[in-house]
């Protein structure tokens, strides 16, 4: 089995931007089945208090996929075999709503790894305005499948 | 939608539960679609099986956005401080998962008042697929 090297403590993605277009936003709600009308109806979303239609709870794992292609060779130059890659946690402190017309700035940096008999990675995101104040920050972390 | 009183909750309290399913292949398809991971183990049988699982299994976002979706159902988004998972286990298409939350803890914090709620996934067997916990600053 492949050692995660703990050198990669500290890398950073690239800088990133995701826009965030009301169609997007639409076919992830489709897409997950979400019907609560504040994430597709205008005026729903403003008598609940919004300006607009926000975007749902998890749609920021679309910004990281979308907006950042280069993301699976990036985590094979960084030592981690994607095909034995899974998901482990992922966690959100939600500052403000994201709306529709919105392009958002994506920083991502990892910040921990553990190796051993679990070989994981944990990556911290930072999803921010064009002065760096975020909307979402986030905690992700992968592991790697034993053989 | 409904904001969440501090005063009328407590703890042990059970939030409306969510069903969702059976889970099939044409769903994740979508999901790849909406989400941009098209990581070929949740789309391509063939590929699952070459890398050592038994078939395709459903993204562990998607069974996240489950649980959201049980979450802002239950309280207004803009009260929603934090939302966090682990991935216990795989799912499969066919399962059908069930989301369920009960109050945890509710405490008053640098003038929050904050309620933890304990939240997850499971199949209809009980397995647990993803768990964690939703926090929100209550009025």
């Known amino acids: 089995m492949a050692e995660l090297n703990k050198d990669i403590v500290g890398k950073k993605l690239a800088p990133f931007t995701f826009h965030v277009e009301r169609g997007k936003v639409r076919e992830f709600c489709l897409a997950i089945g979400e019907t609560n009308p504040i994430y597709l109806d205008q005026s729903a979303a403003q008598a609940a208090g919004f300006s607009d239609t926000p975007v749902p709870l998890t749609f920021q794992t679309a910004f990281t996929f979308w907006g950042y292609p280069k993301f699976w060779t990036d985590l094979e130059a960084l030592g981690i075999d994607v095909k034995k890659l899974l998901h482990l946690k992922e966690e959100y402190t939600y500052h403000r709503p994201i709306y529709p017309g919105t392009t958002v700035h994506c920083r991502m940096e990892v910040i921990d790894v553990k190796t051993g008999k679990m070989n994981m990675a944990t990556f911290k995101g930072v999803f921010a305005d064009e002065n760096g104040v975020p909307y979402i920050e986030s905690e992700m972390a992968i592991v790697i499948r034993p053989d | ?139």
């Open chain 2, 1 to 139: 939608m409904q904001r969440i009183v501090f005063n009328a909750v407590d703890e042990g309290m059970e939030i409306p539960s969510l069903k969702c399913g059976p889970i099939t292949q044409m769903d994740l398809v979508r999901y790849a679609g909406a989400s941009g991971d098209f990581n070929p183990i949740h789309n391509d049988a063939e590929f699952a099986r070459s890398v050592g699982l038994n078939g395709t299994i459903a993204h562990g976002m998607y069974v996240m956005a489950q649980v959201g979706r049980m979450c802002s159902n239950w309280a207004h988004p803009l009260q929603i401080k934090w939302f966090g998972v682990k991935f216990r286990g795989m799912t499969l298409p066919g399962e059908t998962l069930v989301m369920t939350g009960k109050v945890k803890k509710k405490k008053e914090e640098n003038g929050e008042k904050l309620i933890t709620v304990a939240v997850q996934a499971a199949n209809e067997a009980g397995d647990v697929k993803v768990s964690g916990e939703l926090v929100i600053k209550a009025d």
